[in-house]
């Protein structure tokens, strides 16, 4: 075996310097037009098969610099699993150009296999039947890590995503948190210059999520990791990013900070009060409106884009207010308005 074939001559991931070859600086990540086309059979009738496209990602373009921290959203089918493949090289696009770290992830996948860190939240990445730490000693080889840079990386992730007593685990025995912090720790081994996450949180509970996006938070202000998230937890979003893209039929539809998705949204909050008895409906100044009353506990509607205080202070001067909290929008429903809202603007496509 040949161990001086490292992934990259020049340039320590994270130092800062731009592997540029001295044209233009690229985007960390760049799409441009990007299509992915796939050929689906449908069955139709005993015997006929009629063949027909689905366009997965329809001319996708945008970039994302080096230590962004990305949220990618859009509803079920709207590719953006697909757009995860493609920037890992699992997929090829079927037109488009698409770069990162000025790798064709297609043509170089595993060149570029040594500076990404890929989570699927819907399947892992672990070996099954081992305990963790096999799977984890596996991909030191595998990816060639320096001993060195791997129990020093073994030890600051086991460390912070409280993974001590699960290393000798096998891992189909761990719980899907649990299992889910494996896989993160294990897209991480290599110290990858990018993280691609797709749904990470999916089915955790609270404790764990919170501990997840401290994490990511955490390894990107200390690695200036980039990091590009999926998800369908809007707080995902709005405790790890800065930046968001919606996509819908693989195109994208909005690109830019998420209190703006509220905007064009026109979203709502609910403020959940609990009073010390059952009172009629709170007045509140308009568009807050309450929405239901269930005993002593009231749920009052107000635009996202708006501070609860002032209607907490409204409720609290007049009423006997005991407790209180806010729910953020389903993203979900922020997304279904934003569509409608497209819906007649654009036309629609059919595939
Ligand atoms: N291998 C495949 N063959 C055929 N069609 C596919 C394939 N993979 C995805 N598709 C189709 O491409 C579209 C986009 O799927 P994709 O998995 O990217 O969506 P998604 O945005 O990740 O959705 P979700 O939120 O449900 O995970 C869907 O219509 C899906 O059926
Ligand atoms: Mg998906």
Known sequence: MDTTAEPEAGGEPGTGGEPGTGGEPEAFIALDGVEKVFDVRRRKGLLRRERHQVRAVDSLSFTVARGEMVGYIGPNGAGKSTTIKMLTGILTPSGGRLRVAGIDPSRERTRLAHRIGVVFGQRTTLWWDLPLI???????????????????????????????????????QLSLGQRMR????????????????????????????????EFLRQVNTERSTTVLLTTH???????????????????????GGLAGLHEVGESERTLVVDLERECPPVEVPAPARVVRVDGPRQWVAFPASESAAGLVARIAERYPLVDLSVREPDIEAVIAKMYAERAGRTPTQSS
């Open 134 to 172: 096999d799977s984890y000693k596996l991909m030191h080889r595998m990816y060639r890590i320096p001993d060195g840079r791997y129990r020093e990386n073994l030890g600051r992730l086991v460390e912070l995503l409280d993974l001590g007593d699960m290393l000798e685990v096998p891992v189909r």
């Open 182 to 213: 494996g896989d993160i720790a294990a897209a991480l081994l290599h110290d990858p210059e990018v993280l691609y996450l797709d749904e990470p949180t999916i089915g955790l509970d609270v404790v764990s999520k919170t501990r997840v996006r």
């Open 233 to 255: 937890d809007l707080q995902d979003i709005e405790q790890v990013c800065s930046r968001v893209m919606v996509i819908d039929h693989g195109r994208l539809v909005y690109d």
